[in-house]
Nanobody
Framework: QVQVVESGGGLAQAGGSLKLSCSAS????????MGWFRQAPGNERERVAC????????YYANSVRGRFTLSRDNTKNELYLQMNSLESSDTAMYYC???????????????????????WGQGTQVTVSS
């Protein structure tokens, strides 16, 4: 049974930092693409950053590029999001998703939203106070 679990959310001041972690377990075999998404109240869920199945290729949304850094431990299917220079607009529920198959970082950031495929965690709240 596949499980995706996020941790590390919380409250931060504008300009501060937080680090999110995600662990995906239960996959049979490798080739797992992973990514972070977020949803603010009243908004649709949007992509934040994603890795390809190999972990070598990363996509960042324009809104976070240069401030957020995605990293991954492929041996454990663990994904991390270091968030620096936080802004109030970063306030949202952050979700981790995982998709098995040789997907690019672009497909990983697109398919779970459009085709409702993949496995999702329950989310972790990030609140940035100004």
């Amino acid at each position: 049974q596949v499980q995706v679990v996020e941790s590390g959310g919380g409250l931060a001041q504008a300009g501060g930092s937080l680090k999110l972690s995600c662990s995906a377990s239960g996959f049979r075999g490798g080739d797992v693409a992973m990514g972070w998404f977020r949803q603010a109240p009243g908004n649709e869920r949007e992509r934040v950053a994603c890795t390809s199945w190999s972990g070598r290729d990363i996509y960042y949304a324009n809104s976070v590029r240069g401030r957020f850094t995605l990293s991954r431990d492929n041996t454990k299917n663990e994904l991390y999001l270091q968030m620096n220079s936080l802004e109030s607009s970063d306030t949202a529920m952050y979700y981790c998703a995982a998709l098995q198959g040789k997907y690019t970082e672009y497909d990983m950031c697109r398919l779970p939203l459009r085709q409702r495929v993949g496995f999702w965690g329950q989310g972790t709240q990030v609140t940035v106070s100004s």
